[in-house]
């Protein structure tokens, strides 16, 4: 399996802080993502890097690849109480007519006011 | 548009039950995917489809169908439901090789008693 590992597991920061979370994987990829998920509810998107692509930025958002190492890390910057939620990291794998996306267990994050 | 939508948002079932969880998509999507979530396991991909007629498997198929007869709705069967399935379901959908983003839908909560 190429799942993404996210960690930690958990992390609880207080607000205005970053928070750093990582995601490592097993195989080739042709992109990896990061979703949030606040409690009870479904998945959003929040950004989508490519396998050629090192870095890019969304907001307050800061994601970096490094294909060499099979890892990615999601910087969130300036955080506030809203970000409060469980974060993952899915890596996108495509082969003929298929394309699997493969999700890591989550970091859930706690931004104390 | 209205996005993904899933029905029910609550089920109870008893062990050997069958039931269909209902998914629909406004969006014009190409491909769909059924995914699970229980604690500590993050998701896991059950089935996807790629385009009305075709489906495949994902990474824990067993005990689920789905059929794909139009590109907006892509419904999943349980055919006996056993204790294990007892979890949350989510669907999802997204722009098949022009973008990777997935939209989910808020899930199902099954409770297989």
């Known amino acids: 399996s190429q799942q993404g590992e996210e960690d930690p597991q958990a992390l609880s920061i207080q607000e205005g802080e970053n928070a750093t979370m990582n995601c490592s994987y097993k195989?080739?990829?042709?992109?990896l993502q990061w979703y949030r998920q606040n409690s009870g509810r479904g998945l959003v998107h929040l950004i989508l890097i490519r396998s050629n692509e090192r870095e890019k930025h969304s907001g307050r958002l800061r994601v970096t690849l490094d294909t060499s190492k099979k890892s990615s890390s999601l910087l969130i910057t300036a955080s506030r109480a809203a970000d409060t939620a469980s974060y993952f990291c899915a890596v996108g794998k495509s082969g003929g007519s298929n394309y699997k996306l493969t999700f890591g267990k989550g970091t859930l994050l706690t931004v104390n006011p | 548009n209205a996005g993904v939508t899933q029905t029910p948002k609550f089920q109870v079932l008893k062990t050997g039950q069958s039931m269909t969880l209902q998914c629909a998509q406004d969006?014009?999507?190409?491909?769909m995917s059924w995914y699970r979530q229980d604690p500590g396991m993050g998701l896991r991909l059950i089935h996807y489809s790629v385009g009305a007629g075709i489906t495949d498997q994902g990474e824990v198929p067993n005990g689920y169908n789905v059929s794909r007869s139009t590109t907006e709705d892509f419904p999943l069967r349980l055919l006996s439901a056993a204790p294990s399935q007892t979890s949350v379901y989510f669907c999802?959908?997204?722009?098949?090789?022009?973008?990777?983003?997935?939209?989910f839908g808020p899930g199902t909560r099954l409770l297989v008693l």
């Open positions: 195989t080739s990829i042709n992109n």
């Open positions: 999802a959908s997204s722009l098949w090789r022009s973008a990777e983003t997935q939209y």
């Open positions: 969006m014009n999507h190409e491909y």
